[in-house]
């Protein structure tokens, strides 16, 4: 299903940009469910997640990839969405789940008994870092973040 319009949404929901809350005014469309961490709302039939709908609600226009600055899915508030690239948005994404080291990028390797500090851009791993020493690996990696616009938020759990 296409985007739903601006008018479309406003007909169907109150929505507060201070809160990130959406109201239902009829029968039309329900606040559901979670979806990976995300709101998901009903409505015309199918299914949307809440922060595309609040962009819609309150821009007018369909966003590319909606990124919540401080990482939280459900926190829908406008002033912590904002419409960026993919690109962008994993700049600002938390440690992954299966991270073993404690630290985005870097990882040891077991085949050269070292850390290893990579980085995953313009569809290619670079590997920034080989060293012994686990200090050194996660330098290289925070030291390149800093200098690419990484969010001081990326990485963290």
């Known amino acids: 299903m296409a985007d739903?319009?601006?008018?479309q949404l406003k007909?169907?929901?109150k929505f507060n940009s201070?809160?990130?809350e959406f109201l239902r005014l009829n029968r039309k469309g329900k606040v559901g469910t979670m979806?990976?961490?995300y709101l998901r709302i009903y409505l015309l039939g199918s299914s949307m997640y809440a922060h595309?709908?609040?962009?819609?609600?309150?821009y007018g226009k369909s966003p590319g990839v909606i990124d919540h600055i401080d990482g939280n899915p459900l926190n829908n508030k406008i002033?912590?969405?904002r419409d960026v690239t993919t690109s962008i948005n994993a700049k600002n994404q938390k440690l992954s789940k299966s991270n073993k080291s404690g630290v985005c990028g870097v990882r040891f390797a077991t085949a050269s008994n070292a850390w290893i500090a990579?980085?995953?851009a313009n569809g290619a791993t670079r590997h920034l870092k080989l060293?012994?020493?686990?200090?050194?690996a996660v330098c290289a990696r925070k030291s390149y973040d800093a200098k690419n616009g990484f969010t001081q938020r990326h990485g963290m759990a």
């Open 4 to 7: 739903p319009t601006q008018q």
């Open 11 to 13: 007909e169907i929901f």
């Open 18 to 20: 201070n809160t990130g």
């Open 35 to 37: 979806s990976s961490g």
């Open 52 to 58: 595309r709908l609040a962009w819609i609600y309150c």
């Open 79 to 81: 002033s912590n969405l």
């Open 118 to 120: 990579t980085v995953w």
């Open 131 to 136: 060293s012994k020493d686990f200090f050194e």
